[in-house]
């Protein structure tokens, strides 16, 4: 028989959490991030054995009562009917005793990898809507959690470790080549902690001014203030901001290497052998094709001086449960395209998750229309938005994995509040976007 209570040794339900696959938005540190929700810890227990880990949030929102939220669901078995359909019963009856709207979760179970059906998806989607559960199917009013999430496999299908080189094998050409060539180009990589953050604010400035660029992230980025700090602060020592920074002045003296060695070979070109002069000729127009792209990042670059470190991007990424997770990340507009200083930062973090023992580096969501039910009720094919086809296509080209989740289902305590919160929490949301770029 199974049974479950709040948790009070959090210790205890984070080590369950890490040991069966949780994520970071579903752990203890998560409450010293959404300090605007009440959490509550539940654990669930057969005889003396914990077998069950949910964290459930607390809202209050005007006209809409009281909303439960368990980010990514329970951390259970969902091949296990039984432990289900009783975690639901208990749920049931704590939303009825408490008052509470609706009992939302997002399951981390693929519906989908790569337009490729998956069983196990279909099969907990019916086994969830059989117990009550209704799914969220208006993807254009989601509050929470996206359906998509890109993922690079960190590891073979034996489980053994991949290398950063076995994993840049398969990405495209246009990835590898920016790779190579990154530092190059004038760029140098930071990564900070907590510690450096706090010590140098101008850390989370230039990152800030970076994702101000990038636009699609900036409002959520800057909500609640120190928000990306509270995160770092919250999961230091497994997180950390990685920064690309451009200077003219490196980039000069990289310039002057490429010519001196362009001038060693010209010198060495009349009366070299056959094979001796191609090697020679490709020195040169290597050069040559470099040196074009040069003067066009000095032109792009021209406000700065030599002397200026420009950030030219950032990512916030949290390593946790064997998951390797990219909050957010941009790049700026200046010399974006003569630098491709996105692929470099992603290439780095897509390092420090295999460093740091990872199965998984996720490289985040991308937003999609809003599909049509399938006859079976499950969502249909999910296709990212125009603005977000470029994301999307870019993600891609690391040869990461799309995975399309089964969505948001609901547990409904009360209709009318329930109906409430869905039709008016859309406006809500526009209207406070809308007013924060105009007080801006």
Request: aromatic share 10%; net charge neutral.
């Amino acid at each position: 028989m199974y049974t479950f209570k709040i948790e009070s040794d959090l210790a205890a339900f984070d080590a369950f959490l890490e040991s069966n696959g949780g994520q970071y938005i579903q752990c203890s540190r998560w409450q010293s991030v959404k300090t605007t929700w009440k959490c509550t810890f539940y654990s669930g227990f057969d005889g003396n054995g914990r077998v069950l880990a949910a964290l459930v949030m607390e809202r209050s929102l005007p006209a809409a009562g009281k909303i439960w939220y368990a980010p990514a669901g329970p951390v259970c078995d969902y091949d296990n009917t039984a432990l289900l359909s009783a975690f639901t019963d208990f749920m049931h009856a704590q939303v009825k005793a408490h008052g509470i709207t609706a009992f939302i979760m997002d399951p981390p179970i693929s519906l989908r990898i790569n337009g490729e059906e998956q069983d196990k998806g279909h099969a907990l989607h019916k086994t969830l809507t059989d117990l009550g559960y209704v799914l969220n199917a208006n993807l254009a009013d989601y509050t929470y959690k996206q359906p998509v999430q890109l993922f690079i496999p960190l590891k073979d299908a034996n489980g053994a470790p991949l290398t950063a080189q076995q994993i840049l094998k398969k990405c495209d050409k246009g990835v590898r080549y920016s790779i190579r060539l990154g530092e190059s180009r004038g760029l140098t990589a930071k990564t900070c902690t907590y510690k450096d953050v706090a010590a140098d604010p101008k850390l989370m400035d230039d990152f800030i001014s970076v994702m101000r660029d990038t636009s699609e992230r900036d409002d959520f980025v800057e909500r609640d203030g120190e928000y990306c700090t509270k995160l770092l602060q919250a999961f230091d020592g497994c997180s950390d901001l990685k920064l690309i920074y451009y200077s003219k002045e490196k980039d000069r003296a990289l310039e002057a290497e490429r010519q001196k060695k362009k001038a060693d070979a010209l010198a060495q070109l009349p009366g070299a052998h056959e094979k001796k002069a191609r090697q020679l000729q490709e020195i040169i127009d290597s050069t040559d094709k470099q040196s074009e792209h040069f003067e066009k990042r000095m032109a792009e670059a021209n406000a700065y001086t030599d002397a200026d470190e420009i950030c030219v991007a950032g990512g916030l990424s949290i390593y946790y449960s064997g998951m390797g997770s990219c909050l957010f990340g941009g790049t700026k507009n200046v010399i974006r395209n003569e630098t491709r200083s996105s692929h470099y930062l992603n290439y780095l973090r897509l390092c420090e998750s295999i460093e740091r023992g990872c199965s998984i580096h996720d490289l985040g969501y991308v937003i999609v229309h809003s599909p049509a039910l399938q006859s079976d009720g499950t969502l249909g094919a999910l296709v990212p938005q125009d603005n977000f086809k470029g994301i999307y296509d870019f993600k891609k080209s690391f040869s990461a994995d799309y995975h399309e989740f089964i969505g948001e289902y609901v547990l409904i305590g009360n209709r009318m509040k329930y109906f409430a919160y869905a039709s008016l929490m859309p406006k809500a949301k526009k209207a406070k976007i809308k007013l924060i770029k105009k007080l801006r």
